[in-house]
């Protein structure tokens, strides 16, 4: 009676042990598809950048490391963070925020001092001094087809398209030169995270600033092939402790 018993109880679980032993083996897999598959994504779309100057706090300190899409300087849009590098600006690259696309007539400062972009005003939420004018300089200027005006967010301390005004292209930058648009500050880790969108530039034609990119699938995915990788390996000495108790 006893033996038959234990054989009839025994029986089921081996097929049972089999799934669980295929299902945590392909939990394993699929993890490690989806956690090289999001590097690799992320490795052919963003690149690493370090920031050199403080011209751009305070969204982004100097030193801090940068992830930026590369997309070509076509696709930026006013308010984009860019990495780009211009020999007139010196050998290193460098980073800024888009103001003026080619043909717009970017000035400062009405008597708000604000920023005017085809004599619309822009509130410029990001820069390091709020409530200072968005420029201590006045300037104005049309930028040439094809260029882009860029300035940093400290504009007490940044060297930008004002800096350039007397030049043949009035400050301007090549869009060609844009290197890629910054998605998220990659380290130190306590400032880590996806940059966020401004909608200073929204109510002008063409809109304003783009989105991030895929760089959260990128991290979703990432982080999807660790649960599954760490869940399908535990899985075997998990099962063996619960046969014990």
Not at 111 to 136: C, F, H, I, M, W
Not at 137 to 154: A, E, Q, Y
Not at 174 to 185: E, F
Not at 221 to 232: C, D, E, Q, S, T
Request: hydrophobic share 40%; aromatic share 6%.
């Amino acid at each position: 009676m006893s033996a038959t018993s234990t054989s009839s109880t025994s029986t089921p679980i081996r097929p049972v042990r089999r799934l669980g032993h295929r299902l945590s083996g392909f939990a394993v897999a699929l993890g490690c598809v989806l956690f090289l598959g999001g590097f690799a994504w992320a490795a052919l779309l963003y690149r690493p950048y370090t920031v050199p100057t403080d011209s751009m706090r305070p969204a982004i300190a100097p030193g801090d490391k940068v992830l930026a899409q590369k997309v070509s300087g076509s696709a930026v849009h006013r308010g984009d963070v860019v990495v780009f590098k211009d020999p007139l600006w010196g050998d290193l690259p460098e980073v800024k925020r888009v103001i003026g696309l080619g043909g717009d007539t970017v000035a400062c400062c009405d008597r708000q001092g604000r920023l005017t972009v085809d004599g619309k005003p822009v509130t410029e939420p990001y820069l390091e001094n709020g409530g200072d004018p968005a420029s201590a300089s006045r300037f104005s200027t049309t930028v040439p087809r094809g260029k882009l005006f860029l300035l940093g967010d400290n504009r007490q301390v940044s060297q930008d398209s004002r800096v350039h005004l007397d030049d043949a292209e009035h400050g301007a930058v090549p869009a060609s030169d844009v290197r890629g648009r910054v998605a998220a500050t990659a380290w130190p880790l306590g400032q880590a995270g996806m940059s966020s969108r401004t909608s200073a530039f929204d109510r002008l034609p063409g809109g304003g600033a783009a989105s991030g990119g895929p760089l959260p699938w990128n991290f979703a995915m990432v982080v999807a092939g660790v649960v599954l990788i760490l869940g399908g390996a535990a899985y075997e000495p998990v099962a063996k402790l619960v046969r014990r108790r």
